[in-house]
């Protein structure tokens, strides 16, 4: 786990500008982003990806946090896009839901 | 309600060769496919976005529909990728959850 590089930013050895965080759950900005918004939504556990996700609160936990997001980052009316990549697609092997806006072109 | 396209397929006034069913979601192809396989996730009661799933038992049944998907179309070492537009960005105004893969460039 020491190598992750999320897992490093939850414990506090890699800085990153949150977003919003609470015992589950924090959100920072992708350092690559490719929207005006590009926000990363993370589970604190290490979950490797997005399949592995087995206990349900946390499911939910998850997609409800993203909701609240979509609406304190303005993005609401804001053409966003949720991405989760899995499979191999993932650059992180730790669970990361993009939420992106306003996208231009669909 | 009787406009929306997803809510004829729900309602059998449009064809669709569902991939998977149960009382609350409907998985079935998406007609302009992206990727090798391209599936829609769509709760049957007329939710016209993301933001506006206040269940959250639905919440947490989407997106476990969502990974049993993913297992079940072959996608789970496949590059898959999960996309949820919303805020005017979506094509139809009922909420789909977009699986696709396998994704060739990210």
């Given at each position: 786990?020491?190598d992750?590089?999320f897992?490093?930013?939850?414990d506090?050895?890699?800085?990153?500008?949150?977003?919003?965080?609470?015992?589950d759950?924090?959100?920072?900005?992708?350092?690559?982003?490719?929207?005006?918004?590009?926000?990363?939504i993370?589970?604190?556990?290490?979950?490797?990806?997005?399949?592995f996700?087995?206990d349900e609160?946390?499911r939910e936990?998850?997609?409800?946090t993203?909701?609240?997001?979509?609406?304190?980052a303005?993005?609401?009316?804001?053409?966003?896009?949720?991405?989760?990549n899995?499979?191999?697609?993932?650059?992180?092997d730790?669970l990361?839901?993009?939420l992106?806006?306003?996208?231009?072109a669909?």
């Open positions: 786990m020491n992750c590089i897992c490093q930013i939850r506090g050895k890699i800085q990153a500008k949150f977003f919003y965080q609470d015992e759950v924090m959100v920072f900005p992708d350092i690559h982003p490719r929207a005006k918004t590009h926000l990363l993370v589970p604190k556990k290490h979950i490797p990806e997005f399949i996700v087995e609160n946390l936990k998850l997609f409800h993203v909701q609240q997001i979509i609406n304190q303005g993005l609401k009316d804001n053409r966003y896009q949720i991405r989760i899995g499979g191999g697609l993932q650059d992180v730790h990361h839901i993009h992106l806006g306003p996208i231009t669909a």
